[in-house]
């Protein structure tokens, strides 16, 4: 086991520490107390008891849990047909003070309804995680985005709020506003995709702005992987010198998992909020713990909009070995390792679109990409364009992430480099990856 270099910063100690089986009574208690509160006013929930003749008082353990229906985005959407209202929704509209929704960008915008209560709760988690990376109130924690419909900035506002971190909402301004705004404020640290930490190096890089000048020693990166893809990490760190962590939640749950200060190499599940299986994404069933599987989630802070068993098409794998942190928060080795409907199996391999990041990010040059999978034909043929610092001639990177990707992954991908510019930039919800099937 290795040690943790630095003193370990928890957001309630004594609930992060508890033993596993005071946890499993903590969240045996919480499950019931919001089965009770939602059987018979939840319209939604209801339904799901009953069509599996299920009673209310039958559920009072996690095995009693694991033997209710899954929930599905679908049957949440379809919820929606009580418009503007969802019949997920608990208590009267009166109980509810926000809304938020999912980007939409896989389908149509699922919007959840948030009371007083389960607000506040999602800035609780997020307390867990600003804290397990190390903010205190002493930091000053720079948000680099508009507020809009999407629940992750307002989460990171609230946790920041509990932990009594000074926060600067960076949101109406260009990259190298944003820049300048962060020196002058002595930013220590930041919330933002890890795609858009990138981005803002890139601009520095282009505008001749120097980085030293951000006392930045924290980064946190929610919204997609990156940040536990160890290349696109060691990325991140080098250009701000600031220790990268990542953060896995979902508008549909909750923010549900960090990563702590020991850095493992994965993240904790908050498991005093939510209860986690991992289940095989074909049959539903539990799979071994160490195995990889489906993270299945029920959050324990919204009684005014549940999720009992959501399948998250989130893919996980537990890792039962004690965290050096002293957290007893279960831990998912990698972090989320992929989504079950993006994982693409050329030549028998199964391969997620994080191990392709990390190959490509491995090299220095490579500032953009585009990877494109077509499985239409019995042998699946991948494009890579990658965008060159140097020049679009750059042939010796070219031939490099070849022989990379048939020496790692056993594959031949043909590999272009494109001008300068070519590729699409994000802030949020990067496409870098897109399936052709068959
Ligand atoms: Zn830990």
Request: proline letters at 6%; one cysteine or more; a negative charge.
């Amino acid at each position: 086991m290795h040690t943790v270099a630095v003193d370990v910063t928890f957001f309630d100690q004594e609930i992060e520490t508890l033993p596993r089986e005071r946890l499993r009574t903590l969240q045996e208690a919480k499950l019931a107390a919001l089965v009770a509160s939602t059987y018979g006013s939840n319209p939604f929930v209801t339904g799901k008891f009953d069509a599996a003749g299920a009673a209310p008082g039958d559920v009072r353990t996690l095995e009693d849990l694991a033997g209710l229906p899954f929930t599905t985005k679908a049957e949440l959407l379809a919820c929606q047909t009580d418009e503007p209202f969802s019949t997920n929704c608990t208590f009267a509209e009166t109980a509810y003070t926000r809304i938020h929704q999912t980007s939409g960008t896989t389908g149509p915008p699922l919007r959840v309804f948030d009371t007083a209560e389960s607000w506040d709760w999602w800035g609780r988690c997020w307390g867990f995680v600003l804290a397990g990376a190390g903010l205190t109130a002493a930091d000053r924690l720079f948000v680099p985005f508009s507020f809009g419909p999407f629940i992750g900035f307002w989460a990171a506002l609230g946790g920041a709020d509990k932990i009594g971190a000074l926060m600067i909402p960076g949101g109406g301004r260009t990259s190298s506003q944003r820049l300048g705004l962060m020196a002058d404020m002595g930013v220590t640290a930041m919330t933002c995709t890890p795609t858009y930490a990138l981005r803002l190096a890139e601009v520095a890089g282009e505008e001749g702005f120097d980085l030293s000048e951000i006392p930045l020693r924290i980064t946190v990166h929610a919204g997609e992987p990156g940040a536990n893809v160890p290349a696109t990490k060691a990325r991140i760190e080098g250009a701000w010198g600031a220790k990268c962590y990542d953060h896995a939640g979902a508008s549909e749950v909750g923010a549900h998992s960090f990563e702590c200060q020991a850095q493992p190499g994965g993240t904790h599940a908050i498991d005093s909020e939510f209860i986690i299986e991992v289940v095989d994404p074909a049959t539903g069933q539990p799979v071994a713990p160490g195995s990889e599987g489906e993270l299945v989630i029920t959050n324990l802070g919204r009684a005014g909009f549940p999720v009992l068993r959501y399948r998250t098409g989130d893919i996980v794998k537990v890792d039962t070995a004690p965290c050096p942190c002293g957290r007893t928060f279960t831990r998912f080795d990698g972090g989320v390792i992929g989504r079950a409907d993006d994982m693409v199996v050329v030549r028998g391999v199964n391969i997620y679109p994080a191990a392709i990041e990390n190959l490509l990010r491995h090299h220095e040059a490579v500032d953009e990409f585009r990877v494109t999978i077509s499985t239409r034909r019995e042998m699946a043929e991948i494009l890579i364009e990658i965008e060159c610092r140097r020049s679009v001639d750059d042939e010796p990177t070219v031939q490099a992430v070849r022989s990379a990707f048939e020496s790692s992954l056993g594959l031949h991908p043909e590999v272009t480099a494109v001008q300068r510019g070519t590729l699409p930039r994000f802030e949020l919800k990067a496409r870098r990856f897109v399936v052709e099937r068959g």
